[in-house]
């Protein structure tokens, strides 16, 4: 496996899967030290996303300079991991979560152009969903962290910012290109027509965030607020990680079958494992099943848009990606806030089905899709 492949996974884990991801796994530590309840809950949850949002939009405007876009994920991770560790207020604590959210914005498109430039063609669809699938890595490793530290969060949030600047400087000892060229066909912005073929990817990602906002967010502590003990939920999560890397198949799915037969599974299978948990989040057996089938859909659900991405808008896979990544992330801001007051007013059980329910509108603009042409290297 190429290097680099191995070190953006790595980003991967410690953007996602611990600075931004990380919220939900820590919330019981954080609602218990601020005394936030589950409505302000998701407002800082719905700030991450959407500070995601705007990292991707600043990195898909610097796509010719992968290695800035690749330093300033680290950057941003790693300073808002600290600010939460240090914060002795909401108001710094939220602002803390909102920067560290940001540094998976950016890793995302500086990981893809940083793979398209380094790896053979026939191996690029892999390539990006092997890297994609590091969430899941990093949320065992976040669930490692809460047993190793102890209940001492900050500490685990002090480790989170070491670990994020060290993995980014290893993505950039990794790329061949170290003089970071502009490319002269990344420097120009794309347009909207360009990415028009994406209207109906951003709508089903936009519908598949707002369903995954449920367990993301409050998956953890709907689990543990069910049994009252912090290993059950954290060794859920951590579940939940193991069997996200699993995700890494999803370019393997689409050749196999097709696009939308493989966006159909993956949104369905995270529907339904979203709705199990709402039901059940206090039986071990149905809550860790749910848990698992969640992780790896999810993982794999991430996975097929980019590729739906690459497939769709050929010529500027990495804004097309970044598309994709943001509406999936408003959808998760907008989930995290919707689903939050709906706890707050309904049962938890109403909140997630109203979320699975959501998950499998997402299933809809894929319908009658056309079956993507398979792309050769020249094609690529």
């Known amino acids: 496996m190429h290097p680099l492949v191995i070190a953006g996974t790595a980003l991967i884990a410690t953007t996602y899967g611990l600075a931004r991801f990380g919220y939900g796994l820590f919330l019981p530590e954080f609602t218990d030290s601020f005394g936030m309840g589950s409505t302000v809950a998701g407002a800082v949850q ?17 796509s010719g ?27 710094v604590f939220a602002l803390s979560v909102v920067v560290a959210g940001a540094g998976a914005g950016f890793a995302t498109p500086g990981l893809v152009t940083l793979v398209e430039r380094n790896v053979a063609p026939a191996r690029q669809e892999n390539a990006q969903t092997i890297v994609n699938s590091g969430t899941g890595v990093g949320l065992v490793a976040a669930g490692a962290l809460v047993f190793a530290t102890a209940g001492q969060w900050r500490v685990g949030w002090v480790v ?31 347009r909207i027509g360009e990415l028009s073929p994406l209207i109906r990817p951003l709508v089903a990602a ?10 993301w967010t409050f998956g953890r502590s709907v689990m ?12 859920a999560w951590m579940v939940l990680g193991a069997f996200g890397v699993l ?7 689409v050749q196999t079958w097709n696009l939308p037969v493989a966006w159909t599974l993956t949104t369905t299978a995270m529907s339904m494992a979203t709705v199990l948990l709402g039901l059940l989040p206090g039986s071990p057996i149905p809550a860790y099943v749910s848990v698992a089938l969640f992780g790896a859909s999810y993982i794999a659900m991430s996975g097929v848009l980019i590729v739906w991405a690459v497939r769709s808008v050929a010529e500027r896979a990495a804004e097309g990606t970044v598309a994709l990544f943001i509406a999936l992330a408003v959808g998760q ?25 959501v998950g499998l509108l997402a299933v809809l603009p894929a319908v009658s899709l056309p079956r993507p042409r398979t792309l050769t290297p020249a094609g690529r």
């Open 160 to 190: 989170i910012a070491v670990l994020t600047a060290g993995v980014a400087l290893a993505v950039l000892r990794t790329d061949r290109r170290s003089d970071d060229r502009r490319d002269p066909s990344r420097t120009t912005p794309a």
């Open 206 to 215: 936009a519908l598949a965030g707002a369903s995954s906002a449920a367990i």
């Open 333 to 357: 801001a907008a989930g995290s806030v919707v689903f939050g007051a709906l706890l707050g007013s309904t049962s938890t059980a109403t909140a997630f089905v109203a979320a699975g329910v």
């Open 224 to 235: 543990s607020d069910g049994t009252g003990g912090e290993t059950y939920s954290v060794l």
């Open 65 to 91: 300079r992968p290695r800035l876009v690749v330093a300033c994920a680290g950057a941003t991770a790693a300073i808002g991991a600290l600010g939460v560790a240090a914060s002795t207020h909401t108001a």
């Open 247 to 253: 995700g890494a198949t999803a370019g393997r799915i």
């Open 46 to 62: 719905a700030g991450s996303f959407l500070s995601y949002c705007l990292a991707a939009v600043v990195a898909s405007r610097t």
